[in-house]
């Protein structure tokens, strides 16, 4: 089973591929499963543990294989318990990710959204859902120990009712807005920017990404 976490978390490898470049085994490079993601993701083949041929750089070691390869590489085979972070991956490497969810238990982590629209199935411990307009009220009062999400399009975020409501509950919420809240308290290590980089500005652009606005060197 395939399990992402966004953001950091102890005990990942932020740069997997300096990790790989001291950790991997040969026999790592001659496994059937690596030979295919060099081959699809790469254009190269594996001629052995040590020697990889490429049609652009011509013979070149494993260390010389994309950053991209060289994560998946390390998900599949090390053993460490280490997590690694798949934000070393591009959008053609998702499908590979998928893949050794389906063979091991994997743990992964991201700081972009990475396109999975190839297939994965989305778990989570909590129950997630929309608030709307309609009925917030009621709704909102029902609901118990749940992520919910809301984005600026509801005229109720601002008014003192959604705040008090807010305040007694026992949920999670993410509010997506641009617009200040000032009658809700939260930490500002709770605020969130969203990074769009490269020529798509939408939340399925795998350079999307969260960080901080504000931090301790800025208290």
């Known amino acids: 089973m395939l399990k992402i976490i966004f953001g950091d978390i102890e005990n990942?490898?932020?740069h997997p591929p300096t990790y790989f470049d001291n950790q991997y085994e040969d026999e790592w490079i001659t496994d059937p499963l690596s030979v295919e993601m060099v081959r699809d993701i790469d254009k190269s083949e594996v001629?052995?543990?040590h020697l990889i041929e490429s049609p652009v750089l011509g013979p070149i070691s494993p260390k010389e294989i994309s950053g991209g390869v060289k994560t998946l590489?390390?998900?599949m085979f090390d053993d460490?318990?280490?997590i690694f972070n798949a934000s070393s991956c591009g959008d053609n490497c998702a499908k590979w990710i998928v893949e050794i969810g389906k063979r091991k238990d994997l743990t992964i982590n991201l700081h972009h959204v990475l396109d999975f629209s190839s297939g994965v199935e989305v778990q989570c411990e909590k129950k997630c859902r929309v608030l709307e307009e309609l009925d917030w009220k009621l709704v909102l009062q029902n609901l118990h120990d749940q992520i919910i999400f809301l984005?600026?399009?509801n005229l109720f975020l601002k008014t003192t009712d959604f705040a008090g409501m807010v305040k007694e509950s026992d949920n999670y919420f993410?509010?997506?807005t641009r617009?200040?809240?000032a009658n809700l308290p939260y930490s500002v290590e709770e605020v969130y920017g969203i990074h769009?980089?490269?020529k798509y500005h939408d939340m399925k652009q795998v350079y999307n990404k969260f960080y901080h606005i504000y931090g301790e060197n800025h208290i």
């Open 174 to 176: 993410v509010i997506i």
């Open 80 to 82: 460490t318990g280490k």
């Open 73 to 75: 590489i390390l998900m």
């Open 12 to 14: 990942s490898i932020y």
């Open 47 to 49: 001629i052995s543990a």
């Open 196 to 198: 769009t980089a490269g």
């Open 151 to 153: 984005d600026e399009d």
């Open 179 to 181: 617009e200040d809240l």
